[in-house]
Every structure is written in structure tokens, then in C-alpha cells.
């Protein structure tokens, strides 16, 4: 069955829980199963999400029309350079993009139409963490701050980073839930040709997304239905690119 059949094969009156992985701008691939699952009258009863996941189940658990989610992602600046500290623990400070929520995201997990679980990853304890209470823009920015290029956000005296560290689909919050879960995941594994591998750090760098595909193979097959979006033509921090990836996985759903 395709993707569209397993959908439409769902009982609307029972509903889902639905996971999102990250993966930066690639997350405006989401949007389309959004639609579509609104156009099936399927009733989102949770969200999990790490890094674009998370946001864009904040946005949407904030009232956002799937076409608003879009547009947050082909308008709202990924990198301010006004905003550079290269010499930090970031190149980027990720507290100064709270101020892209305002107005777009309810500022309370409390305040949100649909349950969601951010999946952040506690950098000194090596520990992912769901939350899924009290204040949210904080545990938003942690979960979509990227190593490296944004700063870890501090969140009860710990550093916090980008959920895809250590859980890149975070089904866990759902482990013990009977209801329909429902994935989508934004990186598809790819074989590369051996010229891929000619040098010391290329191969360094296919080791490390090889071990990130062999953890998240395993977990891509407990969801009822899991997506995996090949998007690895795409870039993820491109903005250009959102636009394309967003009707590329639309047309899983024609």
C-alpha cells in the first residue's frame, strides 16, 4: 500500500499520535501530511517532535493552519548574522529567535490545542529529555539548537541541544499508547559512491550517519504508518530549498 492508502485506510474517529523528526528546513516536509491528514478529518490526539519536528507541531498545536506552518519556514531568517558569537559554544546565540514565536506559538504547553512532547537533548547527563509541561519557547529553541551552530540553551541549570543528537524520532513518548501512531521522518538512508569516501574526513563523517541509521532503522518500524521523506537531494538550511521539499513530499499525498 502507498502511504496515501495507509492513510485513508485510518479510522478518523479513533485518531493518531503522530511523531515528527528533524532535520531544519527540511521540516516544511511535514506540512504536506498535515494537509492531508486534515483533509482525512484524522484527529491529531498527540505530537512528539524533535527540532523541526518540535516546531512545527508547537506551530500547529498553536492554531496554525498548515499554509501558516509553510510560510513560518520560508520567511522566518534561519541565520541572523547580527546575531554571530563565533567565539561562544555556538556561532549563533539561540535565545535571541524567541522572538519568532511570539504571536505563532502559544508560550505554554498548557496553553496548546494539542498535547505535544519536545524531545531535547541534555548535553552533561547524555540523556534525552520530552517535555511536555510549563514554559515551552525555551524547550523549543533547545530542542532546534543544532551543535555547533547554535548555542545549547539552558534549562534548569543543564545545557540543552538539538533533540536529533540522541533521538531524531522520538516515539518513546508514546511507548505504552495504544493509539495509531503515525511518523514522519526526513532522512531517508542513501547508498554513496566510493568516490564519496576519498578522504579522511568524509569517511569519518559516512561512519557517524551510518550509526544514526542503524539507531533509527529500528525505530522507524514501530509506528503503525512511519513516512520517510527522500529528501537528500535538498539542503537543510537553504531557504530556497523549503519551498521545493514542501512539494516534493506533497506529492506523496496527490
Known amino acids: 500500500m502507498t502511504i496515501k492508502e495507509q492513510i485513508d485506510a485510518l479510522d478518523p474517529e479513533k485518531g493518531i499520535n503522530l511523531v515528527l523528526g528533524g532535520g531544519a528546513l527540511k521540516g516544511a516536509a511535514h506540512v504536506p501530511l498535515l494537509e492531508y491528514l486534515e483533509k482525512k478529518n484524522i484527529e491529531i490526539k498527540a505530537i512528539s517532535g524533535t527540532s523541526a519536528g518540535a516546531l512545527v507541531g508547537a506551530l500547529y498545536a498553536s492554531g496554525n493552519s498548515p499554509k501558516e506552518i509553510l510560510k ?27 522572538k519568532f514565536f511570539t504571536g505563532k506559538i502559544r508560550p505554554t504547553f498548557e496553553e496548546l490545542d494539542i498535547p505535544l512532547f519536545v524531545c531535547a537533548t541534555n548535553m552533561q547527563k547524555s540523556k534525552s529529555f520530552y517535555f511536555s509541561e510549563g514554559e515551552l519557547y525555551h524547550k523549543l529553541l533547545a530542542s532546534c539548537a543544532v551543535p555547533g551552530i547554535f548555542r545549547p540553551v539552558e534549562l534548569d541549570g543543564d545545557l540543552y541541544s538539538d533533540g536529533a543528537v540522541l533521538d531524531n524520532f522520538p516515539i518513546q513518548p508514546f511507548a505504552d499508547d495504544s493509539t495509531t501512531m503515525v511518523g514522519s521522518f526526513l532522512r531517508a538512508p542513501i547508498s554513496i559512491s566510493r568516490k564519496d569516501l576519498s578522504s579522511t574526513r568524509k569517511v569519518i563523517k559516512r561512519s557517524i550517519i551510518l550509526q544514526r541509521q542503524e539507531i533509527e532503522r529500528e525505530k522507524l518500524l514501530k509506528p503503525d504508518i512511519s ?12 531557504k530556497k530549498d523549503a519551498q521545493l521539499m514542501y512539494e516534493f513530499s506533497s506529492e506523496l499525498f496527490a
Open 227 to 238: 513516512i520517510v521523506h527522500n529528501l537528500n537531494s535538498f539542503s537543510a538550511f537553504k
Open 72 to 98: 513560518f519556514f520560508l520567511e522566518t531568517p534561519l541565520f541572523k548574522y547580527a546575531w554571530l558569537s563565533p567565539f561562544s559554544n555556538g556561532m549563533f546565540n539561540s535565545m535571541k529567535y524567541e
